[in-house]
């Protein structure tokens, strides 16, 4: 696998692609005009906890029309739709991670079985056009696809991944990869969002702590209402070790004024549970919160 380009070099697609071009595979990052060419010029400029400071210098493209390998799609779900007019070609492998679960269905309208589910658990934040802050001890990448077809391109972009240093690992089906990820940062995301507070401070207090696990609770059952096989106690446990400073990109959007991903985050548990009919107050309950917060 030689070819790789990514869609969207904020703090999760530029790190990817820093990463993988400093492991010497050929990757393009596809951006706006004017952040491809920042790119294209100073390169991508990573700190990372893990990694250390580096710059790496992919190619860099407002518009991809030459035939890849892999398609990394590291957009906000919010942008999905716009970003995707920049592509123009037909990738053997369309790896998506952003957050939410609605983003792969709208993939393979255009792509096929060749989208896949994948998910990656990381902070790293952009913070101007080419700049990535990495801040996680830990992170890593799960793929996964109930299609058997691109299984043999997985296994070898998961290869890849790894001489990348980004732990990766082929998930059992798609609803357990998609779902793992979706019970805790669901939690995480609509506590911290809806508070303004990291996860330690969500945590050390009686009343939001219940939140954090009610949250947990309502997302885990909605999840194995759709045959995930999630365990809450195991999900509860990863945020109690969790480190307390952690936040989310929610948290961050909210209080910078951005749209954040309420609708695929959230909105996604809640219209799943309305299918199986299954109730979400907490959820529901801490949404309402963030949008007060936003018309606020």
Known sequence: MTRVAVLGPGGVGGFVAAALVRAGVSTTVVARAETAAAIAERGLRVSSVR????????????????????????????TLAAALQRIDCAPGLVVPLLNGLDHLAALRERFGPRAVAATIRIESDRTEPGAIVQTSPGYRVELASDHP??????????????????PARLGDTEARVLWSKLVRLNALACTTAA??????????????????EGAVDETAAVANAEGAGIAADDTLRELWEAHPGLGSSMRRDVAAGREPELDAIAGAVLRHGVAHGLACPTVERLAGRIRERLEG
């Open 51 to 78: 990694m250390g400071d580096f710059v790496a210098h992919p190619a860099a493209t407002a518009r991809l029309d030459d035939e890849v390998d892999v398609l990394v799609v590291a957009t906000k779900a919010t």
């Open 149 to 166: 077809a691109p299984r043999p391109r997985m296994a070898a972009f998961a290869d890849a991944l790894r001489g990348a240093e980004i």
């Open 195 to 212: 508070y303004d507070l990291p996860l330690g401070a969500i945590r050390e207090h009686p009343r939001r702590r219940l939140d954090l």
